[in-house]
């Protein structure tokens, strides 16, 4: 079971490397970090298409992560 856990944690945390790597940077150099924030507050820009999915995928990759690191740590000991 402990060994099947870190297989699954070690996949999971490909492919959440992968994911965050695909997505586009938010900001674009100095002017994106002056009117990045104001954009993002105001809701300008919204998420869509493979930006939406590659968000939501990372959420949940990460949640996987949490869980399955909390569960191996607390099975190792």
């Known amino acids: 079971m402990v060994v099947f856990l870190k297989v699954l944690l070690v996949i999971i945390s490909i492919g959440l490397i992968s994911v965050v790597l695909l997505q586009k940077g938010k900001s ?21 298409g493979l930006d939406l999915l590659l968000s939501r995928v990372t959420m949940g990759l990460a949640v996987s992560f949490i869980i399955v ?3 191996v740590a607390f099975l190792v000991k």
């Open 28 to 48: 674009a150099g100095l002017s994106g970090a002056i009117t990045g924030g104001a954009e993002h507050l105001f809701g300008k820009q919204k998420a869509r």
């Open 69 to 71: 690191s909390l569960v």
